[in-house]
């Protein structure tokens, strides 16, 4: 396996094919889910030659942290599904890279499990805020305790995304798959419209100033797809946004993040942080979004992949594909190190402009 779709691949053959179409699908007719790695191809790269880059890192820092590599492990739900140890081989593959994982609240583990499988790494929680703001509260002083960084409110599941692929398999979530950070047991069957009775969508900005006063840990935005949004969460006290369309699962339709992300950046300035994911298979594709105005970029799929083929080994190998990718990619482009890249190296593909 020499590329992330060979592990997808390898991954597909491994994985019940009801589990390998939750991982691997979106949304309605999945057009946001393509246009999502169509995106990649439309940007192109504008080399600088004659750069000294014999000393090259992928090291970068997001919100003062140090990674060694600018791309993050995106919130996934139920990593049990790839593999037995689920979270925590996540968790300590991320950690021998020197990545940040963001765990999700659909997790099999709490905040406190994650954290012992990797001593000392820094991680971070994606919180779905439940309508149970008392169980909400005592999970984030949870994340808080367990020494995990930064907290990440998602905001573009006001209900669950309707994934034919799922209704196609009857995918049911297995009985032993236990989910500690819901306030609730998640029905097997119809677990969309369980999360949807759980995730609270009366939410509003002014909701994130609660969060802010609930927990001590930097607050990001992870939805956000245009530049007015990303203006209000600046306004109301985030520290950080992840430009996502949560992998093409939530509203068909939407545009690929990578080419909202440069309104998003641009609207916000130096204000607060600005990640992408949804569709990063390659070394290549992190710089494009470092170049559009990202700090860093997060994967998602890419990195389940590796988890159903080998577990932490598997996740390993996945970060050292990118590791090495984005490292080979920026000598190839002139840059030294991630912060060199700008807006200079991208240009749209002129069958695209
Ligand atoms: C199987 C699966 C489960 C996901 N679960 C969550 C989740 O629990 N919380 C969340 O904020 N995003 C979730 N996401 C969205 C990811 O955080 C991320 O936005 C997306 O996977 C990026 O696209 P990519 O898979 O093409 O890298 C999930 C995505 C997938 C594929």
Request: hydrophobic share 50%; glycine share 8%; with cysteine.
């Amino acid at each position: 396996m020499i590329n992330v779709d060979d592990f997808e691949d390898a991954a597909r053959a491994r994985l019940d094919p009801g589990a390998y179409g939750y991982y691997a699908g979106g949304a309605g007719d999945e057009h946001t889910l393509r246009a999502n790695v169509a995106a990649f191809a439309r940007w192109e790269l504008r080399p600088r030659v004659l750069v000294d880059v014999s000393e090259v890192t992928t090291a970068t820092t997001v919100f003062g942290q140090e990674v060694e590599l600018p791309l993050l492990i995106a919130p996934t739900a139920f990593h049990r599904l790839a593999h037995p140890d689920g979270e925590l081989a996540t968790a300590r593959a991320a950690a021998a890279a020197g990545t940040i994982m963001c765990l999700s609240t659909l997790s099999s583990v709490s905040p406190a499990e994650l954290a012992a499988a990797a001593p000392g790494a820094p991680q971070w929680f994606q919180l779905y805020c439940s309508r149970d703001r008392g169980f909400t509260e005592n999970l984030v002083a949870g994340v808080a305790e367990a020494g995990f960084r930064a907290l990440v409110v998602t905001v573009d599941v006001p209900v669950a995304g309707r994934r034919e692929r799922d209704l196609r398999t009857a995918f049911a979530l297995p009985e032993d798959l236990p989910t500690p950070n819901l306030p609730s047991t998640l029905a097997r069957q119809d677990f969309r419209a369980a999360l949807s009775s759980i995730v609270d969508a009366t939410l509003t900005w002014r909701d994130l100033e609660w969060l802010r006063s609930i927990s001590p840990l930097p607050l990001l935005v992870k939805g956000v797809l245009t530049a007015e949004d990303a203006l209000l969460a600046a306004e109301h006290g985030a520290a950080g946004i992840v430009v996502s369309n949560h992998g093409g699962r939530q509203l068909d339709g939407v545009p690929a993040s990578l080419d909202v992300l440069q309104e998003v950046a641009e609207a916000v300035g130096e204000r607060v942080e600005v990640l992408v994911d949804g569709g990063v298979r390659r070394g290549t594709d992190v710089l494009k979004a470092l170049a559009l105005g990202a700090c860093a970029a997060l994967a998602g799929r890419a990195i389940l992949w590796g988890l159903a083929v080998g577990g932490e080994e598997g996740v390993t190998r996945v970060l050292a594909l990118f590791r090495d990718e984005i490292a080979s990619g920026l000598m190839l482009l002139g840059c030294a190190r991630p912060e060199d890249v700008t807006s200079a190296h991208v240009r749209l593909a002129a069958s695209s402009v």
